[in-house]
């Protein structure tokens, strides 16, 4: 009785202990810098959810997050950015040409591999076909990414997107990053649990690369800044007079206490924080609603006779293959749904920023992240996983303002011009990679199933 009390009341003492470090941070340092750091929470709860899909119902170690998450931020780009209309002139035409070559030269291998029997000529078919589309496609590729990348490059020099609210590119990264897992999927679940990370890895470092490198599609390195929000501007917001009148009553009684000019002094002040703060509660109500939503989706496929059939094939693979399930197929269709998820999380992400950068996405430091979202939340339990993203990216963010706190601390009784001083303080921002570490392995002595574990139950195939 006393484990399935601690086990029931630990979800809601881990979020409500999450609350009060978010209440701290706004009280303590500012509302502002609270509301960015759930905001990036919310998002990072759902990357987190998206991988527990994967390794909590199936046991899937998907290690190519960030190529998934990168996948969903070009969503973001091709919906939200105008299209550039001189690039599709120069060049436009050549890429259509050159994708339907491609998907042509795709349906013919295809073809080949399903339609000849004799392994050689097969073998042969095939590299005839791949050398043939390869020119073909080249032909048009090359001189048309030539041209488009000539128009304009400092200010454009790709063919832009659709014009579209930001908005809808949220679903159109979970169905982009589900397309590309379908490939992905195809190509490596049959391969041993450690192979199948080293090739998801693989995989997500080529799509950084590509992105990184075809300015034509969303300008590389270049990066793609001034996204259209799907929320209010700052500054429209602070010269709009509702707004004016909104804070000028929510704070009526410290402002009456004031002169006329000292109240027009402190409302200007005012007006302009609280429409920072005001963006970004709109931002919270977005990623909550979609946060909410997944979660719900997610907890009733976990306790369906599918999320039952998962966990049965997960924890016996052997047992789910005698009784005839097809342990490959479902392998692929979690591995399409959880990078569906990280795709809406990577489509979000640029819609809060604002901008598209390549070269932020590192795949070894954020895969880590992730993966430690989900195991110390607890792995194969959804509230676990939401709690670990909201946890894990908080101490991400603060443990590096904590760490020069305490090292100046440490250090306070040092000569000032210390040679040694100057070097602990300015190698402190580092401890938080240690810290993360130490928070890691506690977690693991104390709790080795998570924070909100998984709870045990009997469940059959079915």
């Not at 609350?19 to 998002?43: E, K, M, R, T, Y």
């Not at 001189?86 to 994708?99: D, K, V």
């Not at 603060?398 to 210390?418: K, W």
């Not at 938080?432 to 890691?440: A, I, W």
Request: one cysteine or more.
């Amino acid at each position: 009785m006393k484990n399935l009390l601690n086990e029931n009341i630990r979800a809601p003492l881990a979020f409500a202990m999450m609350a009060l470090l978010l209440l701290f941070v706004g009280v303590s340092q500012s509302w502002s810098v609270a509301l960015s750091i759930f905001n990036l929470c919310l998002i990072s709860a759902i990357m987190s959810l998206g991988v527990n899909i994967q390794w909590g119902y199936a046991g899937l170690l998907n290690l190519g997050v960030m190529g998934f998450t990168a996948l969903g931020g070009v969503a973001a780009v091709l919906i939200s950015q105008a299209p550039v209309a001189e690039a599709w002139t120069a060049g436009g035409q050549n890429i259509l040409i050159s994708l339907a070559l491609a998907i042509v030269t795709i349906v013919i291998c295809l073809q080949v591999k399903r339609r000849v029997t004799n392994i050689w000529f097969r073998r042969s078919a095939l590299g005839i076909t791949l050398i043939i589309g390869y020119l073909a496609i080249n032909h048009f590729y090359a001189p048309g990414v030539k041209a488009i990348e000539a128009v304009e490059p400092a200010t454009k020099g790709f063919l832009g997107g659709f014009g579209l609210p930001i908005i809808l590119s949220w679903a159109v990264g979970g169905m982009l990053a589900a397309a590309i897992a379908l490939v992905v999927g195809k190509i490596t679940l049959g391969l041993r649990a450690d192979y199948l990370a080293i090739a998801t890895l693989g995989i997500s470092e080529i799509i950084i690369a590509v992105l990184k490198n075809e300015d034509w599609l969303t300008r590389g390195v270049k990066n793609v800044a001034g996204l259209v929000r799907p929320v209010p501007y700052e500054l429209d917001l602070q010269r709009s007079a509702w707004f004016s009148d909104g804070v000028r009553w929510i704070y009526s009684t410290k402002l009456d206490k004031l002169s006329e000019i000292g109240q027009e002094k402190l409302l200007h002040d005012l007006v302009i924080q609280n429409s920072s703060i005001f963006v970004k509660l709109c931002y919270s109500g977005l990623f909550t609603s979609v946060l909410l939503i997944l979660l719900i989706l997610s907890i009733k496929a976990l306790n369906s006779p599918w999320g039952r059939m998962m966990r049965a094939i997960r924890d016996n693979e052997e047992a789910a293959n005698a009784m005839g399930k097809n342990i490959v197929k479902q392998h692929l269709q979690v591995f399409i749904l959880g990078s569906a998820v990280v795709g809406i999380a990577g489509a979000m992400l640029v819609t809060l920023d604002g901008q598209f950068t390549p070269a932020s996405y590192q795949p070894l430091r954020f895969t880590f992240l992730i993966w430690l979202m989900v195991i110390i939340g607890g792995s194969g339990n959804n509230l676990g996983a939401v709690f670990g993203g909201f946890f894990i990216w908080f101490m991400w963010v603060e443990l590096e303002p904590l760490s020069i706190f305490l090292m100046n601390l440490i250090t306070a009784n040092m000569d000032g011009v210390s040679v040694i001083k100057t070097h602990l303080i300015n190698s402190a921002p580092h401890l938080r990679l240690f810290m993360m570490g130490l928070v890691l392995l506690l977690t693991m002595r104390f709790m080795p199933k998570g924070f909100i574990p998984e709870k045990t139950r009997l469940h059959s195939i079915s």
